[in-house]
């Protein structure tokens, strides 16, 4: 299995409802293998095909590739079929300033800035290392004016990994694969249990 692959498949058991944990539990491994399998482009040749079979879906006919909007580093190369983006190229917004550095609010200094939204702390959010834009290096913090230090905000960070979209509706969080987020569908079926 390749990097792409393990992208390409993460993202298809998504889709298809099937967690890493039953997923592992059909190639005789554990979660954390299967995880770091798919992240890193190790492990048996034949896995997605094994998925495949014993979950009876096709990763072809639930992914297709994505066009990289903008040039976004975050990309993940992969969403749900019929998805215009990944959620990743989703959630872009104008691109930040170089090096993911702003000057801070009083014009000062310079700060770090999340790669993907462009805040920086002085806008209230937490920003730590992108590690998967950095080959998985560790970075410490204080290295934050280093030259090609990338940062990325909690929320960014949690929307690139769990591949969430924004909600139509209210601006939240949504799973990719849905038209809406949890509390509109909450919003939605109460309103219609109480009309009922």
């Known amino acids: 299995m390749t990097i792409d692959e393990g992208h ?12 890493q944990a039953r997923a592992a539990q059909v190639l005789n491994a554990r ?9 890193l482009g190790k ?19 639930l992914v297709d590739g994505c066009s990289r909007r ?21 959630m872009l917004v104008e691109a930040p300033a170089p090096l993911g550095l702003t000057l801070d609010g009083d014009g000062a200094g310079q700060r ?3 790669v993907s939204c462009g805040r920086s702390e002085a806008d209230r959010v937490r920003l730590r290392p992108a590690r998967m834009l950095q080959g998985g290096n560790r970075v ?19 929307a690139h990994r769990h591949q969430l979209h924004r909600c139509p509706d209210c601006d939240g969080w949504m799973r990719a694969g849905r038209d809406r987020c949890h509390r509109c569908a909450l919003r939605a079926g109460g309103g219609d249990a109480g009309a009922a």
Not at 73 to 83: F, Q
Request: hydrophobic share 40%; glycine share 10%; aromatic share 8%.
């Open 112 to 114: 770090p800035s999340c």
């Open 31 to 39: 979660q954390t293998q299967l995880s770091a399998w798919m992240a």
């Open 140 to 158: 410490p913090f204080t290295a934050g004016l280093a030259p090609g230090a990338v940062f990325i905000c909690t929320q960014c960070r949690n």
């Open 8 to 19: 390409k498949l993460r993202l298809a058991l998504r889709l298809a409802g099937v967690t």
């Open 43 to 61: 492990g048996p040749s034949d896995v997605v095909q094994r998925l495949e079979e014993a979950f009876g879906f096709r990763s072809d006919a």
């Open 70 to 90: 903008g040039g976004n580093v975050l990309c993940h190369g992969y969403k749900a079929r019929g998805a215009p983006f990944c959620a990743a190229c989703a």
